[in-house]
């Protein structure tokens, strides 16, 4: 899948798919979105990439500041983000919502916390957002991988177990009647 940044449709206002996301995965997190609970919507016109990029974090495990909350749906229309170069403030420190996503993924991925801090103390605000989804990435990956190793495993599993304890070979009698003989290794 894409990136929201370059969904052609991200500038969209989110779906009503998008809502019904938001409510379930705020009210099992106990996040209060205020553009949700508002009729007017706080005046909030949240995009679909927006409205995407906010499901993940609180699925990742990442509680949205009430700043953040309120910075979305308030921009212009949507335009593809500059590369972080360009940002006012790409080497200034990572947000403290970077921070907890970063920390969050790193425990996902079962990065030591300690190795943790040292990066966080070494990264500036563009390339946290690079490592968020780079850290998002690899989960996926590890997450894929895990499931085919898994099921590779019990494959293996179970062939060693049928070899340990073969089933029973089915015998018909003179009569015809079928009977279970156990193999005798």
């Known amino acids: 899948m894409r990136p929201p940044e370059e969904w052609a449709t991200g500038g969209e206002p989110m779906t009503d798919r998008q809502i019904v996301a938001l409510e379930r995965v705020a009210a099992h997190d106990k996040v209060s979105i205020p553009f949700l609970e508002r009729a007017d919507a706080n005046g909030q016109r949240v995009t679909k990439a ?5 499901i993940q974090m609180i699925l990742d495990g990442v509680r949205p500041s009430e700043e953040y909350l309120d910075s979305l749906g308030r921009g212009d229309p949507y335009e593809e983000p500059p590369h972080p170069i360009f940002w006012k403030n790409c080497h200034a420190r990572p947000t403290d919502m970077q921070v907890l996503w970063i920390k969050q993924l790193a425990v996902e991925l079962g990065v030591p916390s300690d190795a943790t801090q040292i990066a966080l103390e070494q990264l500036t ?21 895990r499931r085919e190793n898994m099921r590779v495993w019990l494959e293996d599993a179970v062939e ?10 089915k015998v018909e009698n003179e009569v015809g009647a079928v009977k279970a003989v156990p193999q005798l290794i």
């Open 125 to 145: 605000r563009g390339q946290a957002s690079f490592l968020i989804a780079d850290m998002r990435d690899k989960r996926r990956e590890m997450r894929l991988n």
């Open 160 to 169: 060693g177990v049928r070899a340990e304890l073969p089933a029973p070979v």
């Open 50 to 54: 927006e409205a995407y990029v906010l």
